[in-house]
């Protein structure tokens, strides 16, 4: 039976509702607010001349109009940055789900909401498992069971993005906003404040939890990553040594288990030391003065941060 655009909307939304999440349904219509709209995702999700007429079943078929939906409205909205917007194609997604399960579809829509159920015990096996690459994110066909992290700026911060993703505290759709927006100059604010604590006190760090150094009064000079537990972490671009100024300019180094600087498993006491030396300021390491750099120390549980959806 032929559809008409709205019907085509309607069908695809309750999909979602009954489907996979009534909150993700509400998300969608807090998004779209007009009859027009409506009928304008319907035709955009429509599976016409992707060759669906005799391929899977009419569920699947909702499951694929559903993810459509979700990309339409989520990462082609103008809240969304203009390469993300343009680099999303729904033709894409929808040759790449031709005859895939209804449940493999399910799981990529599950993906633009985060997961109640994610621990912090996933996120550092995953931190201390996912070697980094350099692929953007795939956002027509990504899943959080998506071997690699995709980013294509592999610094601390943007693996850290990529962790929370796949361990299910952040979704696809706060990566392609909140997280996409992610710089030295604001991470804090977009991954957490978190508590401070003392050098001595970075062995207790708990398994799962985000760790950051920065400099005092500048939290644009930054290192992040996740705690491993027992002083141990993972991360990205970590310093792999420096000079330690307070010492006779005796170099120093960040002690990996396994891995190096683009991607390690570290010591935590280690990478702060060095870190503490690299944050210095230009006068401190010519010799000039001799007034040290105060380095702080936080530890962020991701279950407390309110800018995670």
């Known amino acids: 039976m032929s559809r008409n655009n709205k019907q085509r909307y309607d069908g695809a939304l309750e999909y979602i509702r009954t489907k996979i999440s009534t909150n993700l349904a509400r998300e969608i219509q807090l998004k779209v607010t007009t009859t027009a709209m409506e009928k304008s995702i319907g035709g955009k999700i429509s599976l016409a001349f992707r060759n669906y007429k005799d391929a899977g079943t009419k569920q699947q078929h909702w499951a694929v109009r559903a993810l459509c939906m979700c990309q339409e409205v ?21 040759d790449f789900y031709l005859n895939k399960a209804e449940d493999l579809v399910k799981k990529a829509i599950r993906c633009y909401e985060a997961d109640s159920t994610a621990t912090i015990q996933e996120l550092a096996g995953i931190g201390g498992n996912e070697m980094l690459t350099t692929d953007n994110t795939p ?16 610094v601390c911060f943007h693996a850290v993005r ?25 991470c804090n604010q977009i991954l957490g404040q978190g508590q401070i604590i003392t050098p001595d006190q970075i062995d207790n760090i708990p398994v799962g939890y985000l760790f950051n150094f920065h400099a005092q009064g500048d939290q644009a000079v930054t290192h992040w990553g996740i705690s491993l537990g027992a002083g141990m972490a993972a991360g990205s671009n970590t310093t792999p040594g420096e000079l330690d100024y307070r010492n006779g300019k005796k170099p120093i180094f960040t002690t990996f288990d396994r891995g190096q600087s683009t ?47």
């Open 139 to 154: 956002y027509e066909t990504s899943l959080r069971s998506d071997k690699g992290m995709g980013t294509s700026s592999p």
């Open 74 to 94: 989520f990462l082609k909205n103008t809240d969304v940055s203009e390469f993300v917007r343009s680099s999303v194609n729904l033709t894409t997604t929808k």
């Open 263 to 309: 991607y390690g498993v570290f010591d935590l006491t280690t990478a702060y030391n060095v870190c503490s030396n690299k944050y210095q300021l230009g006068d401190v390491k010519s010799g000039k003065v001799d007034k040290w750099r105060d380095i702080v120390i936080r530890q962020i549980n991701p279950r407390a941060v309110t800018t995670y959806f």
């Open 162 to 186: 990529c962790w929370l993703y796949k361990a299910g505290f952040v979704s696809l759709r706060w990566m392609a906003t909140t997280g996409y927006s992610l710089t030295a100059n604001n």
